[in-house]
């Protein structure tokens, strides 16, 4: 028998060694405020209907799913057009395995070796890893000082960089801000190849926030990400999906994987879909959550950037200082998000109880704020 091999044995691929996977520290801790996640479990009613709904399909589980996952398409379709208003049909949807396989899937189609990617630091971490994996090229565009995007300094570099594919989170993650319109507006039409806008956070946005579903008409090439993840409380079953033109969705299909959406979780989310109004109704409730962080922590005397999704960024301290208050939020039972900005943590908007302790814990060491420092693009998560 052989002497067992190390990573560092395989031949792999140069631009994958000495990287780190992706994730979030998940730690035994009463208070965990990190990832995002929605605090509300599924109501019973909801999880009552889901397992219906899947112990109907366990009985054909030797037959392959609906590789186009028609219905489910159709369900996600019916739910866009009733929320936003603006008809999105079945044809223009496409779902997966998360956002992220719907990610990876258009950098499958529109990336590649030869091609770049182009996002604007710091916003979702997985934009340029899913890049990495796809060899697909990838640049950094600029950002100012308080997080926002400059319209004209995007356009320039997108002239510039020609890239295949640009990233546009928005509400952006970890700041939690939407992009202005007439920003969102200017990248698109300077594009050359297609723009994806990562809107994984777009229920929590605050009252009068645009989507970018409606520039669809206007611009083919525009791609708009969804997920089921945060506002449904549906993590555990990574349902993501896209609303793009028709010719989008017959592009993915040449390189989606066959049958990538099981049986189980085309029904489960067909049936979560049909309970929208009940799942959506945490939403509120942790806007509230939300607003009530930004309020608070700003009273402490911190910085804290405006926030349209269930998270807060803050800061204002040192990078020093920020390390040491993530450790003592720990200490108290509170896990928050070091997102590698210097100087900022991340903090998700859960129950009232949640909050409660992460005031509580944050008030029993007040950093003194210094400023923010926001000069430098870190990529997060």
């Not at 990562?198 to 645009?210: I, K, V």
Request: net charge negative; proline share 7%.
């Amino acid at each position: 028998m052989s002497d067992r091999i190390t990573l560092a044995d395989l031949p792999l691929r140069d631009d994958l060694r000495g990287r780190e996977p992706y994730g979030a520290p998940q730690l035994s801790v009463p208070v965990r405020l990190n990832t995002n996640e929605n605090s509300y479990p599924l109501p019973a009613e909801v999880t009552d209907a889901i397992a219906k709904a899947v112990g109907a399909e366990l009985h054909d589980l030797n037959r392959y799913p609906d590789r186009d996952a028609v219905a489910l398409r159709t369900d996600l379709a019916e739910y866009l057009t009733a929320r936003h208003g603006r008809r999105i049909t079945p044809a223009q949807v496409w779902a997966a395995n998360g956002s992220n396989e719907v990610l990876q899937q258009l950098l499958q189609a529109f990336g590649g070796p030869g091609r770049t990617a182009l996002g604007f630091t710091p916003a979702y971490s997985m934009h340029p890893l899913i890049a990495l994996g796809t060899g697909t090229g990838w640049v950094d565009g600029p950002r100012r000082a308080d997080f926002t995007i400059d319209g004209a300094a995007a356009v320039e570099v997108i002239r510039s960089e020609r890239p295949a594919v640009v990233f546009v989170c928005s509400p952006n993650n970890p700041t939690g801000t939407a992009v202005d319109p007439a920003t969102l507006a200017a990248i698109v039409a300077a594009a050359p190849g297609m723009v994806v806008v990562d809107e994984a956070y777009a229920e929590f946005a605050r009252p009068g926030t645009p989507t970018a579903l409606e520039l669809l008409a206007e611009f083919p090439r525009l791609v708009v990400t969804r997920t089921m993840s945060k506002a449904f409380a549906f993590a555990g079953a990574r349902v993501g999906y896209l609303a793009a033109d028709p010719a989008v969705v017959d592009a993915l299909q040449l390189v989606r994987l066959p049958y990538h959406l099981s049986a189980l979780t085309q029904a489960a989310a067909r049936a979560a879909l049909a309970h929208a109004d009940v799942l959506l109704g945490t939403v509120d409730a942790i806007k509230a959550q939300r607003d009530r962080i930004v309020a608070e922590v700003r009273a402490m005397g911190l910085t804290v950037a405006e926030s349209d999704a269930n998270f807060v960024l803050f800061g204002g301290f040192d990078a020093e200082t920020g390390r040491r208050l993530w450790r003592d939020l720990l200490d108290a039972g509170v896990l928050v998000r070091d997102v590698g900005l210097p100087g900022w943590l991340r903090v998700t908007a859960g129950t009232p109880e949640e909050t409660d302790a992460f005031l509580a814990a944050l008030r029993s060491t007040r950093p003194a704020g210094d400023g923010p420092d926001a000069s430098r693009p870190v990529t997060t998560d």
